[in-house]
């Protein structure tokens, strides 16, 4: 079986250290030639977002699963203008990240896959169209996982309390479903190994306030947590802002049904666990 990879993001490089040698061939593109040393000895191509080799096209092609993580640009979508007709005309499966943002705002209340794709901001209106064009190009050969906020080493609250860049922003109502990474690269195997398509919530059983993770991990490091800090007070980045315009409860139990998951880390709490017993975020 072979895997072609468009966008070598921190999730897709999980999922390639835990489940790469299920596959005979991994190939992909990235932008730059520093990535690309990194990623050896896969059969990785440069691609700088205009037009692709001829080569890499055929690898595309021949793919029996192409999986997407690469996001939309503000125009036309990267993989979808330039790799669309290799993938539609060869025999792959294409496993796509996309976004729980897709959903919008809910107002705290619980959503699921039935839930009506409302997104608010630009970048996540384009999500929703290259769901449905890649859906209207090769059907049922498409698997669409929507992620929650993605944490694991190296990228979690334990990391940015000793960084000291970890603020405890308090939002009153808010809060969000999270995913440790490789509860991401169990779900993209599960849906490799699923015959047919569809879309799912890939997202932790327990939506929690931002201010309580801090806490958490703050008490895990035996340190004070920083100060709340109201959310109306507090100078957000768009990307940030974005996040906190978003409020809602995820389930999880269709992807849990359909892929076969069993999530190793279920709450931040049993991740943190982990990241704190491996040594993350000690000085």
Do not use: C
Request: aromatic share 8%.
């Amino acid at each position: 079986m072979n895997l072609f990879v468009i966008g070598f993001g921190y999730s897709v490089q999980r999922f390639v250290a835990m489940h790469g040698s299920a596959f005979a061939r991994i190939g992909g593109t990235v932008r730059s030639a520093e990535t690309r040393a990194q990623l050896a000895p896969h059969d990785i191509d440069l691609f700088d977002g205009t037009v692709p080799a001829a080569a890499t096209l055929t690898k595309a092609a021949e793919a029996d699963v192409v999986l997407i993580s690469a996001p939309p640009g503000a125009g036309d979508d990267p993989a979808l203008t330039h790799f669309g007709d290799a993938i539609t005309s060869g025999r792959a499966r294409v496993v796509y990240l996309s976004t729980v943002g897709v959903y919008g705002d809910h107002q705290g209340a619980w959503i699921d896959e039935d839930t009506p794709l409302a997104p608010e901001q630009d970048r996540v209106q384009a999500r929703v169209r290259v769901e449905q064009q890649w859906k209207s190009r090769i059907g049922d050969r498409l698997a669409v996982l929507r992620l929650g906020g993605i944490y694991g080493p190296g990228r979690n609250a334990l990391v940015e309390l000793r960084a000291g860049r970890a603020r405890r922003i308090v939002k009153p109502g808010q809060v969000f479903n999270r995913i440790h990474v490789d509860d991401i690269a169990g779900a993209i195997w599960g849906a490799i190994r699923r015959e047919t398509g569809g879309a799912w919530n890939i997202v932790d059983d327990e939506p929690a306030p931002p201010q309580d993770v801090i806490a958490y991990a703050a008490k895990l490091m035996g340190i004070a947590p920083p100060p709340e800090l109201p959310f109306d007070t507090v100078d957000l980045s768009p990307m940030a802002k974005s996040f906190y315009a978003s409020n809602r409860r995820i389930r999880n139990s269709r992807a849990k049904q359909a892929l076969g998951l069993v999530f190793a880390y279920p709450t931040y709490r049993a991740g943190l666990d982990a990241l704190w017993a491996a040594g993350e975020g000690r000085s």
